[in-house]
């Protein structure tokens, strides 16, 4: 059973998901949720609707709240401002919902957590009734349609497929 709607692009780690993604966006204006792209080799959070640029990687040990994995550390408020954004826009009429990324911190339910979760419950119920978009890794694929119950979502697994869906 295909979910329509839903799609999930999925490459390996550093293979240029986040750029095809900003191409994919580049133009658009019916686009909700957010995206991670580098900025001088530091993640910031995009977030899409008003396409407004927040710090979200630090390199130092710093002074506020952080999120670490792996070897990356991430401002706790961006992360609070990322899940705020996914609540606040599946409750609008948003055509889209991006969400870069699903990862290891959401398997552990840190991250993006509980916004995520909840914004796919209200898909799933036809609360949200966009379509959406999550960026995941390909070696995590797996755990997280088992995780968030994805199975019979569109994987896509290139900047030429996402590029054909509208």
């Known amino acids: 059973m295909t979910l329509p709607n839903l799609y999930l692009y ?15 966006a580049k133009d658009r204006t019916d686009l909700g949720g957010f995206l991670a792209p580098d900025l001088d080799g530091l993640r910031y959070l995009l977030t899409l609707r008003d396409r407004q640029q ?3 990687q630090v390199k130092e040990p710093a002074h506020e709240p952080v999120i670490a994995i792996c070897r990356y550390q991430f401002r706790a408020d ?12 599946a409750r609008l009429p948003t055509p889209w919902l991006v969400v870069d990324e699903v990862g290891k911190l959401e398997l552990l339910n840190q991250g ?3 916004a995520l979760s909840e ?8 609360e949200y009734s966009g379509r959406m978009l999550l960026v995941v890794r390909s070696e995590l694929l797996f755990d997280v349609v088992e995780k968030y119950g994805l199975h019979g979502a569109q ?3 290139s ?7 509208a």
């Open 159 to 165: 900047p030429e497929e996402l590029a054909t869906i």
């Open 112 to 114: 993006h957590e509980p």
């Open 155 to 157: 994987v896509l697994s």
């Open 10 to 24: 999925s490459a390996p780690v550093h293979s240029g998901k986040t750029t095809a993604l900003m191409t994919w």
């Open 119 to 126: 914004v796919i419950h209200l898909w799933k119920t036809g």
């Open 54 to 56: 927040h710090p979200f």
């Open 78 to 89: 961006t992360f609070a401002l990322a899940q705020q954004t996914l609540l606040n826009d």
